[in-house]
């Protein structure tokens, strides 16, 4: 797969160097939030270079947008792809700066933590914590010439961590980490670095998760199922009417991180991540009781002690 390289090229007819537009790479364009955002950045004038993992989602983008949209593909996991789409960008600006990073590519994940593979968890980091830093590290030199803003797209799972979630909700702890030591680290250079925290979103992310948790439940023992059978089923049940507002909320959001005078360190977006905040703002015994108690009753068999050491000394062994 070729790498870095823009999948478009400008349209001869105008000349859009001389306008001068703001400039903006976004992470994971193919589709959902990312896809969002690069479609309305591009209505309102920037200079979009929209990252996508395959071609096919790299032309259908591009022809939903204006000449200026370039689509570049990466993977950002990739250390020599992420290398060659930040030359892209800067051959492209010539010797102007970039005026903002928006990282948004993210992977969902979870299942229970009693049976969650060390090597899951890691996968799950690389993409949504490591990456965002190493995309970041080689723009920094280019956000720095234009006193440029990072958007990282986080997530109420940022702050609030739910039964079945601690996967992806400890990568997004981590994002927050980051975002807020870089947030401080880049300061002198007039760098503003933004987290935007949506609550639930109508993506295809939906319906990535419920294959996701299909495959997850496929591996899970027997026992699994006698402990926690009422909270699985609860899971799967709520992939099947997924809420939320539409991807369009988070890219507006995005739009007023980038060009308001004074960015806020943190946006919410939706009521359920407001409410979210809220919970999380009570004492931690109140805020348990309150999730705890939407949750279905789960755990009251009454198993071997034995038996369980056994079967969790044999996954030790298996991983």
Same mark, same amino acid.
């Given at each position: 797969m070729l790498t870095g390289i823009p999948m478009t090229a400008e349209s001869d007819s105008e000349d859009y160097s001389s306008l001068r537009p703001r400039s903006v790479m976004i992470t994971g364009a193919s589709s959902g939030i990312g896809r969002a955002c690069a479609l309305w950045l591009d209505r309102a004038g920037w200079q979009v270079f929209a990252t996508v993992r395959k071609e096919d989602d790299g032309l259908r983008l591009t022809k939903a947008a204006s000449p200026r949209l370039r689509t570049i593909l990466l993977d950002v996991t990739d250390p020599d792809q992420i290398a060659a789409a930040a030359r892209t960008v800067r051959e492209h600006l010539g010797g102007d700066g970039l005026h903002a990073l928006v990282n948004n590519a993210g992977i969902a994940a979870g299942g229970l933590v009693e049976y969650l593979d060390p090597e899951e968890l890691r996968r799950v980091f690389e993409t949504n914590t490591i990456a965002p830093l190493s995309v970041s590290r080689h723009l920094i030199p280019l956000l720095r010439r234009a006193r440029g803003r990072i958007v990282m797209i986080s997530s109420i799972a940022g702050f609030s961590s739910t039964p079945l979630l601690s996967p992806y909700c400890?990568?997004?702890?981590?994002?927050?980490?980051?975002?807020?030591?870089?947030?401080?680290?880049?300061?002198?250079?007039?760098?503003?670095?933004?987290?935007?925290?949506?609550g639930a979103i109508k993506t295809e992310i939906w319906n990535k998760a419920r294959a996701y948790v299909d495959g997850e439940l496929r591996k899970y023992p027997p026992k699994a199922f006698e402990k926690y059978g009422p909270l699985l089923d609860r899971m799967a049940e709520?992939?099947?009417?997924?809420?939320? !507002? @539409?991807? =369009?909320?988070?890219? +507006?959001?995005?739009?007023?991180? #980038?060009?308001?005078?004074?960015?806020?360190?943190?946006?919410? !977006? @939706?009521? =359920?991540?407001?409410? +979210?905040?809220?919970?999380?703002? #009570?004492?931690?015994?109140?805020?348990?009781?309150l999730i705890l108690s939407r949750m279905p009753k789960y755990g009251t068999e009454i198993t071997d002690p034995a038996d369980e050491l056994q079967e969790a000394g044999q996954e030790d062994v298996n991983q």
């Open positions: 400890a990568s997004k702890f981590a994002l927050e980490a980051l975002t807020d030591g870089m947030r401080l680290e880049l300061k002198p250079w007039g760098i503003e670095v933004v987290s935007v925290q949506p709520s992939l099947e009417k997924p809420k939320g !507002v @539409g991807a =369009d909320e988070v890219a +507006r959001t995005v739009e007023t991180a #980038l060009t308001v005078a004074k960015p806020k360190a943190r946006y919410l !977006v @939706g009521r =359920d991540a407001l409410i +979210r905040s809220w919970i999380e703002s #009570l004492p931690t015994s109140l805020r348990d009781r």
